[in-house]
């Protein structure tokens, strides 16, 4: 697999009523060819000017963003112009030309770059076929929806053919149900077209459903990253723990958790499930050998990319010392902590 963008030692200042502001800080990530990625965040985390670094609307204060091998850093004029023709860009507000009808708001960047009207008219048929809008080619933006606009973003932004795509929050405006059709759309961009996609969106949902790789970012700089799958199956920065919990709550808030220790009085374990090849019932198995119970009390297992992930709160019932084996057995086969005390409890939430 070879790299689409590389950003290295990427930091930006900016100055903020005659101070300095750090919007970006020594980022390092590299977005393979055919990789979906996402660039989470809360807001001012720095995720939009990461991305508008690419296509060099934003210029870096300090390193490098290498595009298909090339500095776009160092480059301008034709040189730029002739890289940023290989990446699209879609916006959650999807800037169209009001005063243009979807056939001339996706023909517009081939008429820029100057090709023959036959070859423009083929080119535009073809995309709003894809993008399922061959029937509004003569409708002004401002008689369609939300998605529909979205749809013709995405359009003129395959318009010259890009390798890759950035996206700027482009589901955020939209609907639950319209996001949905959206992120179907990048999806067969992505394995149609074999573009390259890097999204910025504060929706933890919209990374699960699309994307393989996934970076969380905060105060400008990169906490962490990795696919899609460990960071969901095992984050391990807060702020990556606090946007996996708001998609899949399989581990017990420490609220719960108090609730849960005024009937279950037993030692409360937590185990990390991962994808397991094996049927062993792990569980049952352990708890019969050493005499003890258990009762799930919290959790619950996903499915992300094909692999299962999960996370499950356990009460053992039984003499200590059988308690003990029993945890012993289980750190054999799964990711295993006990929840002691308070301070295990505020550790959750935090
Ligand atoms: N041109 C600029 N001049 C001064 N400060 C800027 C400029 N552009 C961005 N910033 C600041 O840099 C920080 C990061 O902004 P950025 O838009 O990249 O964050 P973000 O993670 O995309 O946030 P949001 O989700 O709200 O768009 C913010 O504090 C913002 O105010």
Known sequence: ?????????????????????????????????GDVYGIVGYSGAGKSTL??????LERPTSGRV????????????????????????????????????????????????????AEILDRVEELLEFVGLSDKALQYPRRLSGGQKQRVGIARALA???????????????????????????????????????????????????ANKVAVMQDGEVVEHGTVYDVFANPTHPTSRRFVSSVVAHEAPASALARIRTVHTGRLVRIHVGDRES????????????????????????ELQSR?????????LGADVDVDAAIRDLAEVAEVAELSGPRELEAVDA
Not at 9 to 33: C, I
Not at 51 to 56: K, P
Not at 280 to 302: E, K, Q
Request: net charge negative; proline share 3%; aromatic share 6%.
């Open 308 to 316: 299962l992930f999960g996370t499950l709160t356990v009460e053992l």
């Open 279 to 302: 049927n062993d019932p792990f569980l049952s198995r352990i708890a019969r050998t050493h005499g003890v119970d258990f009762n799930v009390v919290y959790g619950g297992v996903s």
């Open 51 to 56: 991305l508008r670094t690419v296509n060099a």
């Open 160 to 210: 010259s053919r890009p390798d890759i795509l950035i996206s700027d929050e482009a589901t955020s405006a939209l609907d639950p149900q319209t996001t949905g059709e959206v992120l179907d759309l990048l999806r067969r961009v992505n394995r149609e077209y074999g573009v390259t996609i890097l999204l910025v969106t504060h929706e933890m949902d919209v990374v699960r459903s699309i």
């Open 66 to 117: 290498v595009v298909d091998g090339r500095d776009v850093t160092a480059l301008n004029g034709r040189d730029l112009s002739a890289v940023r023709q290989r990446i699209g860009m879609i916006f959650q507000q999807f800037n169209l030309l009001q005063s243009r009808n979807v056939y001339q708001n996706v023909a517009y960047p081939l008429k820029l770059a100057g090709l023959p009207k």
């Open 1 to 33: 697999m070879s790299t689409a963008i590389s950003f290295e030692h990427v930091s930006k200042t900016f100055a903020v009523d005659g101070r300095e502001f750090e919007a970006l800080r020594d980022v390092n990530l590299s977005v393979e060819r």
